[in-house]
Nanobody
Framework: VQLQASGGGLVQAGGSLRLSCAASGNIFGINVMAWYRQVPGKERELVANIDSGGSTNYAESVKGRFTISRDSAKNAVYLQMDSLKPEDTAVYYC????????????????WGQGTQVTVSS
């Protein structure tokens, strides 16, 4: 199983970016997909997650500015980031709690490679 993230970059404060992440491999199903972020010297923190029913959860710092969505047919998750602030600068990682096809179809946690988001003031 692999998670491939894309869409990071450099943007001015107030701008927008859209992150994408697609899971591939022997996937039977995906429960929760999420985005985390990490800055040097700090722990990785949850930005937002979305379950298989479409219920979402956001960090307080991004509520009203970020929107997480998923395309279950494509095993993909997206993060629309609007009104970006310099404090949003971080490496963003996608994450999936998924079930593999191999019996006994265990639940596994997988991470993408990370994509840098830099917001200039």
């Amino acid at each position: 199983v692999q998670l491939q993230a894309s869409g990071g970059g450099l943007v001015q404060a107030g701008g927008s970016l859209r992150l994408s992440c697609a899971a591939s491999g022997n996937i039977f199903g995906i429960n929760v997909m999420a985005w985390y972020r990490q800055v040097p010297g700090k722990e990785r923190e949850l930005v937002a997650n979305i379950d298989s029913g479409g219920s979402t959860n956001y960090a307080e710092s991004v509520k009203g500015r970020f929107t997480i969505s998923r395309d279950s047919a494509k095993n993909a998750v997206y993060l629309q980031m609007d009104s970006l602030k310099p404090e949003d600068t971080a490496v963003y990682y996608c994450n999936a709690d998924l079930i593999v096809t191999q019996l006994p179809r265990l639940s596994q946690i997988h991470w993408g490679q990370g994509t840098q988001v830099t917001v200039s003031s």
